[in-house]
């Protein structure tokens, strides 16, 4: 089964993770990985499209790769590089479904960086064809 475990920001992740495991497959993306700079014991595989910025962690790993990626490819990767945790974001896509896959065939616990609350007066719509409608009150009102 799925072994998830939510945190509230990348530095909640981050604090979570020495519990968890010491080879870490990090997928917050390139900007949010300051957060983890300061975890000296772990051992980090970080894959990213463009390389990322310091600070890093000191024991990354860097793998330059674009996907998508297969259930197959993830598994690979995780065995190839022993990761005994995985931390991703909470993106609402399904980009991330490979991984946690994968995570879950391996029995691995996975932590989920849940999005930031919407600012106030924000309102998030569930899909395509709710935006439209949506656009369409929006234009009628405007007339």
């Known amino acids: 089964g ?11 992740a981050a604090a979570a993770l020495p519990a968890l495991g010491s080879r870490v497959f990090l997928t917050t993306g390139r900007l949010g990985l300051a957060a983890f700079a300061g ?3 772990l051992r980090f595989l970080v894959r990213s499209v463009e390389p990322p910025e310091p600070p890093l962690p000191p024991h ?5 790769a674009r996907g998508p990626f297969t259930v197959a490819d993830e598994t690979a ?12 974001k909470d993106s ?3 980009a991330t479904s ?7 065939d391996l029995g691995l616990p996975v932590v989920v960086v849940r999005r930031p609350p919407l600012p106030e007066g924000v309102t998030a719509l569930p899909d395509a ?13 405007a007339r």
């Open 98 to 104: 490979a991984k946690l896959a994968a995570a879950r």
């Open 92 to 94: 609402g896509g399904a």
């Open 60 to 64: 990354t790993h860097v793998l330059l």
């Open 129 to 141: 064809p709710a935006v439209l409608a949506r656009l369409d009150d929006v234009l009628a009102r």
């Open 2 to 12: 799925d072994r998830w475990h939510a945190a509230p920001s990348l530095e909640a």
């Open 39 to 41: 975890l000296t014991e």
């Open 77 to 88: 990767l995780l065995r190839e590089h022993r990761v005994d945790v995985l931390v991703t």
